[in-house]
């Protein structure tokens, strides 16, 4: 199964599950991936859809 990201968001090398935390925090519904295929500075949202701009 394949999932589709609807948001990428950058942050500081080593913070990526600090961040990916402090977004499922926020906004539950939501699937996060930190550090996607080990990219350091990256996490993937998914599960945003139309509220993709609240999110952001």
């Given amino acids: 199964m ?3 990201y609807d ?3 950058t942050c500081r090398l080593g913070f990526e599950r600090v961040v990916a ?3 499922k925090e ?3 519904q939501l699937e996060v ?3 996607p295929r ?5 996490v993937l ?3 945003a859809g139309e ?4 999110v952001a």
Avoid at 38 to 42: M, S
């Fill in 7 to 9: 948001i990428l968001v």
């Fill in 45 to 47: 949202v998914a599960g």
């Fill in 33 to 35: 991936e930190p550090s």
């Fill in 21 to 23: 935390s402090y977004i």
């Fill in 2 to 4: 394949t999932v589709e």
């Fill in 38 to 42: 080990e990219f350091q500075g990256l």
């Fill in 51 to 54: 509220q993709r701009d609240v």
């Fill in 26 to 28: 926020l906004f539950t």
